[in-house]
T-cell receptor, first 112, second 116 residues
């Protein structure tokens, strides 16, 4: 089955700096890669997703890149702000399975 | 419109008791998922329902866990003879799940289960 590895597990940056979180997946048939943000005590919320037919997608300060050959995808947050502090989860889905497999999460701390 | 709702929001039970957790998906969503999230951990897939197909139970950790979805809408996750290690937040999500295309999963607020 699918396996998703996420790095780093924790990330601390200064306000205004960029943050990058990386994930790798094992199932080459996976075709959907969402990123979720989970603030403390709250539900995960989708912030951006990408499908396997594109290599990059941007939404304001957030971008996701996908390398299908290497089977990895990354989340890029530019001009980080304290409210970006949360746990971020990557996931992979589609292909041979109907559910999403999540990475273990990255705790991002943005210091003012 | 209304999002995914779950009840109860919190549940405290004694070891050995059975518990039922409820999920109301977004209206019209054909796919429903249950996940478990232990404190400070990631999302562990439990079970997945898609339309009228047989559920994917591959993530259920033991035979004490079961789930059903009646009428293609509301789902109930049942944990029998609860153990302390069952303490976690149980999250439900739903999506359109059109054919083989994976669609966005929207999460409910979760049920925090504490087994004493």
């Amino acid at each position: 089955g699918e396996n998703v590895e996420q790095h780093p597990s924790t990330l601390s940056v200064q306000e205004g700096d960029s943050a990058v979180i990386k994930c790798t997946y094992s199932d080459s048939a996976s075709n959907y890669f969402p990123w979720y943000k989970q603030e403390l005590g709250k539900r995960p919320q989708l912030i951006i997703d990408i499908r396997s037919n594109v290599g990059e997608k941007k939404d304001q300060r957030i971008a996701v890149t996908l390398n299908k050959t290497a089977k990895h995808f990354s989340l890029h947050i530019t001009e980080t702000q304290p409210e970006d502090s949360a746990v971020y989860f990557c996931a992979a889905g589609g292909g041979s399975q109907g559910n999403l497999i999540f990475g273990k999460g990255t705790k991002l701390s943005v210091k003012p | 419109g209304a999002g995914v709702s779950q009840s109860p929001s919190n549940k405290v039970t004694e070891k050995g008791k059975d518990v039922e957790l409820r999920c109301d998906p977004i209206s019209g969503h054909t796919a429903l998922y249950w996940y478990r999230q232990s404190l400070g951990q990631g999302l562990e897939f439990l079970i997945y329902f898609q339309g009228n197909s047989a559920p994917d139970k591959s993530g259920l950790p033991s035979d004490r866990f079961s789930a059903e979805r009646t009428g293609g809408s509301v789902s109930t996750l049942t944990i029998q003879r609860t153990q302390q290690e069952d303490s976690a937040v149980y999250l439900c999500a739903s999506s359109l799940a059109l054919g083989l295309t994976q669609e966005t999963q929207y999460f409910g607020p979760g049920t925090r289960l504490l087994v004493l």
